[in-house]
Structure formats: structure tokens, C-alpha cells
């Protein structure tokens, strides 16, 4: 979990969030980066990031994640998204269930992302996040290796991959395919599944979202298809 911890440093200055109509932006670690978001014709949702107003940070290391306004809180949700472009393999996608805020600035949620430290971006990292906590706001749950999925001879498959995520009790279960290319697995399936437990305090409810992180200024990245259910299955 070293290199884990070691991608995962914090910048501290917080400018203003500009989200798509229908979405809203909550933040997990701030940082001088600008992030943009926005909506294509098709539904598809494209978050790209400008450069700071003053100076430049030492590390990239903004997170968000985008949540749809008005969404009833659940503690059983499903969550996907077909992730269609990256600009860098430094760009970090995810999801979000149980995404808390309040009161006041903090934050909690559980999230699976894709892992960005040392090019191993087959791995799936899943954290649960409480902004309250003294240090660091995340806590690593487990890292999951999806190579047989999403490689092939030591690279990355190309895009699009699709990710989905769900909560149900203590349970974290989810499942990564190349739509086009392969049917949905199911979510017992043994190679595109895993599942875990998660802490009792991480059961309560919250809301279902994307995430999106570590973006330097012209980088960007695509979801297509976001969908979500306050259903466990």
C-alpha cells in the first residue's frame, strides 16, 4: 500500500467549481487546478481542468466527484459509466457510492478508482473518505488487480472500458468489461468482479457519483452512459 499512499498528497488551495446543468461538484481534496464540466448532446459527460488563477501546485491532486442534485439519500445503490477517453494515463477516473456532505465542508464516501502511481493502471483501488479525519482523508479498503480485463502483453486495452459499482450493507461489489467487444458479466463473475466488506460507519446512507482526479491543466476525461439506482442490484 506504500505507492498507494505515496500518489495520494494533498494541495490545499480551493477556487470555485464549475459543473454541468445537472450535476454538482463536491470536493474531496481542493487544489489550485480549475476543473470544468460538461455535458455533450449525447449525455456523455467531459471533465477537463485549467490552469491555476496564481502560481502552480507541486502535484496534480484535485478530486471530485459529481453527483446529481436532489438525489434521495440510499444505503443500497448501483453505479456505472462507460469511461471513452483520457488525455494522459495520469488522469484518474472512479466512482463514488454513499457520497456524504456535511455538515459543514466534510465529506465521506466510498470510492473505486483506477489506479495512477508507477503506470499501474490495471490495478482498481477501493478507499473510503471522511474529510474530518486527522491526516490523510482516505483509508485504503483494497486494491484489486483487473489485468486479464483491461490489459493485454503488458499495455492497457484502449478505451472504452465500463465500470460499475454498488453498495449493499457491508458489502462493495464491482465489475469492469469492453462494451462492444464483450456481453455485461455478471456480478459473480471471477475475472471482471470482486467484491469486499466495508466498516459498519461506511453502511450509512448517501448518494451514488462519479469521480474524477489528478487532471493537469488541458488534460480531460470522458463518461458516457452514467447511470445510477438506489437498488442493490
Not at 77 to 96: F, I, K, M, P, Y
Not at 110 to 139: E, I, K, M
Not at 145 to 160: E, T
Request: charged share 20%; proline share 9%.
Amino acid at each position: 500500500m506504500g505507492g498507494l499512499v505515496a500518489a495520494l498528497l494533498l494541495s490545499m488551495a480551493t477556487p470555485p467549481v464549475t459543473a454541468a446543468p445537472g450535476f454538482a461538484s463536491e470536493i474531496l481534496t481542493p487544489g489550485p487546478e480549475r476543473y470544468a464540466v460538461r455535458t455533450g448532446p449525447s449525455g456523455e459527460v467531459t471533465v477537463s481542468a485549467r490552469a491555476p488563477l496564481v502560481g502552480l501546485p507541486l502535484d496534480w491532486n484535485r478530486r471530485e466527484i459529481l453527483v446529481r442534485p436532489g438525489d434521495p439519500p440510499s444505503r443500497d445503490q448501483t453505479v456505472c459509466a462507460t469511461w471513452t477517453e483520457r488525455s494522459s494515463h495520469l488522469d484518474q477516473e472512479g466512482l463514488a457510492v454513499r457520497v456524504r456532505a456535511g455538515p459543514g465542508d466534510r465529506m465521506r464516501a466510498v470510492t473505486l478508482t483506477r489506479n495512477t502511481y508507477a503506470n499501474y493502471g490495471w490495478v482498481f483501488n477501493l478507499l473510503t473518505w471522511d474529510t474530518d479525519r486527522s491526516g490523510d482523508p482516505w483509508r485504503p479498503v483494497a486494491q484489486f488487480d483487473m489485468s486479464a480485463v483491461v490489459s493485454s502483453d503488458l499495455k492497457l486495452v484502449p478505451l472504452p472500458w465500463r465500470v460499475c459499482l454498488r453498495a449493499h450493507g457491508s458489502r462493495v461489489d464491482f465489475k469492469v468489461w469492453l462494451p462492444g467487444r464483450e456481453p455485461e458479466p455478471l456480478w459473480t463473475d471471477l475475472v471482471h468482479a470482486r467484491s469486499t466488506t466495508l466498516r459498519h460507519r461506511f453502511e450509512r446512507p448517501g448518494v451514488p457519483g462519479w469521480y474524477v482526479g489528478h487532471l493537469e491543466p488541458g488534460d480531460r476525461v470522458t463518461y458516457a452512459d452514467l447511470t445510477d439506482s438506489a437498488v442493490g442490484g
